[in-house]
């Protein structure tokens, strides 16, 4: 599996050249036209199938969004794509509830409901993220939508805790042939382009095939700062035999980042007060970069069982690759912005995790009523080894100007050779099972259960923990329960419990991994439809306790490398409550809206406030509406307001902002958009939990798509 995507992509190929040439052999003129006639009566099987893929987010059951007994929010392709955002993480921020922490240019954290998010997941397949950080962004454009499951998610993936779950889902064959292709050139030097295309490789519609390709290419409003960005993804499904789908795909991403942040800044004077730089400043140098390459690679197979049963077998393969020249700034910064000092790091890094499932899952009768049940197990696998360079004598650290400073600023050490630092390895093995009872007609009940067992070894994904020390196997049963009931075809209620269970990769001061964190998660809540089902509503109550949580406590001296201090962590008991509201959908046919709220109160084993970089409150808005004296014109309008935060190295105050869009059809398949960032130009900072970046003054990009 060294190369998924050339395998993937040649396929393709192959089958669009055969596709072609049996349908010039075999299209049967419409005697009307002229032109060849739709055979589509072979189709239907599958045609369903494809056009009725509905969310397993939160309980591995296929059951809509309304009637899942957790709250649930959706970005789609459309929105994404309005506003611009090719990047999940900028993406991310329209959000109900999820804050993106971007604490260097290449790596951010998220939160949810008070705590990190830790699972990401790519059409609901994943391990956990090391220590919660995701480097670099998916590319939007290769996705259907990115679903957004907030609470304990443990149903689905045999560990979690109470923030919630990222479920990114990919864009898969249609019964279609077509797509689009697109343009954009923005500010600060940005060239993008992508296509989507789709197509219908046999003559009966039982196969079909989907390539996306991006790149991207573009300058920084941070000094220096490089992105490009090439992605390519190819996917071909269809049908084996009566009763058998197959899908199998490959992504290939190749992202490089020339003069990245790492450790961002430190804005808090020895004297508390807080500096005021111009948005450009970075702690980089010319010579740093930040290169990562990401192969993935996955089969699915579906067999339609009698009375309605059916059973899936899924792989998923991916290997990753890290390298990277950095700089970190750390110290305590003076009155005049100097006393920080600059420590070089060059490594590389490859992760590869590979993952199996399988599952059943069907209806069956008892006492009068149809009862759904699904039963699966897995067995994911993941290895990381890390190999550094050393520097030569006296270039280690070093002092470094005021900031703002500039790319010459740090000379580039002369590296040794390349040698092993630290590796490792883990094994997560569960059995599952759920199972959704109706009661009574308005009345049903999802019950569930994981059994896992998690084997590791070595060191974690960045390498904190001795290699020497294992990690003890962990054997854990964990439930979930959760009741429906529709008070009217449009108002149902809800309740859910869940129990918490997630391993640590933080380390305590004597370089120990903490111990696994556990608690519980409940959530009561209230989903309504509105104006003829094309409008919900949901509104929650959460409550979550988390027992043993890492949190940081200071930093211990290497006594190997004295000048490199390494952070270590303590286990806190932390209580999260607050409520939720979202309302999405449409207003009328020409006008879709999102709007959310979420209030939260986060307290540690004092019972006073902790974690106080994240937001207590947060208000996200979407509106979008075509103009009716001016058909071909749409416009819209996000914003996005959250409280103060008060960080170790920074402090933010509450702020909003605010983007726009404009979008004009130039013909049935040609439309240009004009997009507008950042309006109110407001200056803020994008995360403060690690350090500290400005965000973006305003900025705009125009963008030519073309249907195909």
């Known amino acids: 599996m060294k190369h998924p995507f050339l395998m993937t992509a040649c396929a393709f190929a192959a089958c669009v050249a055969i596709s072609d040439a049996r349908a010039q052999e075999a299209a049967t003129p419409d005697t009307s036209t002229g032109r060849a006639a739709d055979v589509s009566l072979d189709r239907v099987h599958v045609q369903v199938r494809r056009e009725s893929r509905v969310s397993k987010g939160a309980t591995g059951l296929p059951i809509a969004i309304k009637d899942t007994p957790q709250s649930i929010s959706t970005l789609d392709k459309e929105d994404m794509a309005n506003f611009g955002l090719t990047g999940s993480n900028d993406a991310l921020r329209l959000a109900t509830g999820v804050n993106v922490d971007q604490y260097e ?31 670099g962004q998916e590319d939007t454009f290769l996705f259907e939508r990115i679903e957004l499951i907030r609470g304990a998610n443990a149903m689905l993936t045999g560990v979690g805790n109470a923030s919630g779950t990222i479920n990114y889902i990919r864009k898969r064959p249609t019964n279609v042939d077509g797509g689009e292709v697109n343009v954009t050139y923005g500010q600060w030097g940005q060239v993008r382009g992508a296509l989507d295309y789709n197509k219908v490789l046999t003559q009966d519609g039982n196969w079909a095939g989907r390539l996306v390709v991006t790149h991207e290419d573009k300058d920084s409003y941070l000094r220096a700062l490089n992105d490009k960005r090439s992605t390519v993804y190819g996917v071909i499904d269809g049908q084996i035999g009566d009763a058998g789908t197959l899908t199998f795909g490959a992504t290939l991403n190749d992202s490089k980042q020339h003069s990245p942040m790492w450790g961002s800044l430190i804005l808090r004077h020895a004297d508390g007060t807080q500096a005021d730089l111009p948005s450009s400043t970075s702690t980089s140098v010319d010579w740093t970069y930040w290169n990562t390459r990401t192969q993935n690679a996955f089969a699915e197979y579906t067999h339609q069982l009698a009375k309605g049963w059916e059973a899936k077998a899924t792989y998923n393969y991916r290997h990753y690759d890290e390298d990277v020249k950095l700089l ?156 429906t009931y529709d008070f009217t075809p449009d108002v149902m209620g809800y309740v859910s419990y869940s129990t918490i269970f997630q391993n640590q990769d933080q380390t305590d001061i004597n370089n120990n991994y903490l111990d696994p964190v556990k608690g519980k998660n409940v959530e009561v809540g209230v989903k309504s439809d509105w104006l003829n089902k094309q409008l919900m509503t949901t509104f929650a109550l959460f409550k979550a306790e988390q027992l043993g949580l890492a949190t940081y406590a200071g930093t211990r001296i290497d006594p190997s490398d004295p000048t490199n201090p390494i952070s270590y962590y303590g286990p806190k008991d932390v209580k999260s409550k607050g409520f939720e509201f979202e309302a999405t959908g449409r207003l009328s046919r020409d006008s879709r809206i999102t709007v959310g709220y979420t209030r939260l109160i986060l307290t540690g084993p004092d019972g006073k406030s902790i974690y106080d970089w994240v937001p207590r409150t947060t208000i996200n808005a979407v509106f979008d509406t075509r103009i009716s004296a001016l058909p071909a014109l749409r416009v819209g309008v996000a914003g996005r307001w959250q409280s103060e935060v008060v960080g170790p190295n920074a402090s933010q105050g509450a702020y909003l902002t605010a983007d726009a869009f404009a979008s004009y059809e130039l013909s049935d398949k040609a439309s240009v958009r004009l997009n507008l960032n950042n309006v109110l130009d407001k200056k803020y900072l994008r995360g403060i939990a690690y350090g500290a970046i400005y965000g973006a003054p305003r900025n705009a990009a125009v963008t030519l798509n073309y249907k195909l």
Do not use: C
């Open 105 to 135: 240019t290449n790596r951010a954290t998220f939160n949810s409901r008070g705590f990190e998010v830790q699972l990401t997941q790519i059409d609901g397949v994943g391990m956990t993220n090391d220590w919660a950080t995701v480097v």
């Open 328 to 483: 970190y700034a750390s110290g305590t910064l003076n009155a005049d912005n100097t006393g920080l000092n600059g420590w070089p790091y060059r490594a590389q890094k490859t992760v590869i995790n590979r993952m199996f499932d399988l599952s059943l899952n069907g209806e069956f009768d008892a006492l009068g009523r149809k009862h759904s049940v699904m039963v699966g197990a897995s067995r994911s696998t993941q290895s990381n080894s890390i190999d550094t360079y050393a520097f030569g004598a006296g270039q280690g650290s070093l002092l470094l100007p005021a900031l703002p400073y500039g790319g010459d600023a740090y000379p580039e050490p002369t590296w040794g050779p390349r040698t092993p630092s630290s590796s490792g390895e883990q094994t997560l093995t569960r059995a599952y099972g759920v199972t959704r009872l109706a009661v009574t007609n308005e009345l049903k009940a999802i019950l569930g259960f994981n059994a896992v067992k998690l084997e590791r070894e070595g060191a974690s994904g960045y390498g904190n923990a001795a290699n020497s020390r294992s990690y003890p196997d962990t054997k854990k049963t964990t439930p979930y329960a959760g009741l």
